[in-house]
């Protein structure tokens, strides 16, 4: 039975693990984003200096919230790969600087010299790819050095979105944003459908319901990589054809590698609840995205967007990163009220903002409904994960007890990317 943590002060203790302030840091670029913007303006607030704002909109959610995001989560995973310590201390309070003075770079980009603007908004991810390649290759941890490349991609990807929307070319900046999300999907199919199975097999084996234990379909993982790495090389490439009818293929293959995942089986379990039904918005959207590209006019592929970064996007960083704050003393893990409750609103959010466009007549009120349940689910999940940033570091980070050894699948999650 673990040891109840004791209390350290909380300024002092942020910066014992990566995922304390990185974490934190997405959580509160989730809630400030929409807050300000379409919030704050809708009230009065002076609008963010980056014109048209839903560039700004779309580049603090993708580059800020979610970049804030992949930094903490592949930091936490970085010890397992390296056998170092966890990044703590002050290269962690410089890599934050960096991403916070990009976020502010980007609330005054029509104010800034543009060469000031793009070094700032790189700082944060070169540093960080810095980091991991640094440490991967230096432990000869050599397959793990790509993701330091992919985080290089998203320096880049930056800097194109940053140019082509200060050049007045919005529709080139929106396709770098669609291209990213993409990459993102990616990200998330390798680390979830791994992840989540093994969290499942987990609390299957302590319910003792072990039968019920769900196999590793390697094959049909295998064919979803397949086609959504095909679909992102297309986009980049410009064969949008390919793209989304990679993006049809990968959303089948993924419903087939979930068929096994018994996820009515777990929705008594919120923070299972919280994984599978966020995952389950993947192949949703890219079966949307990938056809409406052929029928644009049944709905606006911008709004069907949505379905990946509210619901699949954002849905698994808050399942995956509020996993942190729900350790209990006696060594497993149990949601607490904040993050049900903020993966319930996050959920429902998902629903209010693709059904916007829908509902002609109620389009605008939805939109702002849909942009308040966003703000309140992520302020009630910012209270939920308090118990994160204190006291001692609890290891593992994101999963609890481990159970059956024997099953290859039940691995810290830490060790999740292969």
Not at 76 to 100: E, I, Q, V
Not at 135 to 160: I, Y
Not at 197 to 220: C, V, Y
Not at 228 to 256: E, F, H, P
């Amino acid at each position: 039975m673990r040891q109840a943590p004791e209390q350290t002060p909380v300024f002092s203790a942020l910066w014992q693990a990566p995922h304390r302030p990185l974490f934190l840091a997405s959580f509160l670029s989730a809630f400030i984003t929409l807050a300000w913007w379409p919030l704050g303006v809708q009230i009065g607030l002076p609008a963010p200096g980056f014109e048209p704002v839903v560039l700004w909109h779309a580049h603090e959610l993708i580059f800020g919230f979610a970049g804030a995001a992949a930094g903490g989560y592949l930091l936490t995973a970085l010890p397992s790969w390296t056998a170092k310590p966890l990044m703590n201390g002050a290269p962690l309070k410089l890599l934050l600087l960096f991403w916070g003075v990009g976020r502010l770079a980007t609330a005054m980009a029509d104010h800034t010299p543009f060469a000031l603007l793009i070094g700032l908004n790189a700082s944060y991810p070169v540093w960080l790819a810095a980091i991991l390649c640094h440490q991967t290759l230096s432990s000869g941890a050599f397959r793990k050095a790509g993701f330091g490349l992919a985080v290089l991609c998203l320096a880049s990807a930056d800097t194109l979105f940053m140019t082509a929307a200060l050049a007045n070319q919005p529709e080139t900046a929106l396709t770098i944003a669609r291209t990213v999300i993409l990459g993102f999907a990616l990200v998330m199919v390798i680390i979830g459908s791994r992840a989540i199975p093994a969290f499942t097999n987990n609390w299957l084996e302590r319910s003792q319901r072990r039968e019920l234990k769900t196999q590793d379909p390697r094959l049909s993982r295998r064919i979803t990589l397949g086609a959504l790495t095909l679909a992102l090389i297309a986009m980049v490439t410009g064969q949008l054809v390919t793209a989304n009818v990679a993006m049809i293929c990968a959303a089948a293959a993924l419903l087939w590698t979930m068929r096994t995942w018994r996820t009515p089986v777990i929705l008594t379990n919120p923070l299972l609840a919280a994984l599978h039904l966020s995952y389950a918005w993947l192949p949703i959207g890219l079966a949307t995205l990938g056809a409406l590209w052929f029928a644009p006019r049944i709905d606006p592929l911008a709004d069907a967007l949505h379905i990946l970064t509210i619901g699949a996007m954002s849905g698994l960083i808050m399942a995956i990163a509020g996993r942190a704050a729900c350790h209990h003393i006696s060594g497993d893990m149990r949601a607490n009220a904040g993050f049900t409750l903020g993966a319930l609103l996050i959920w429902t959010t998902t629903w209010v903002r693709v059904l916007a466009p829908v509902v002609a007549e109620q389009t605008s009120t939805l939109l702002l409904a849909a942009a308040g349940l966003w703000c309140l689910g992520w302020a009630t999940f910012i209270t939920g994960f308090r118990p994160a940033l204190n006291g001692p570091v609890t290891r593992p980070i994101l999963s609890g007890k481990r159970h059956s050894p024997r099953d290859p699948l039940s691995l810290q999650t830490e060790k999740s990317i292969r």
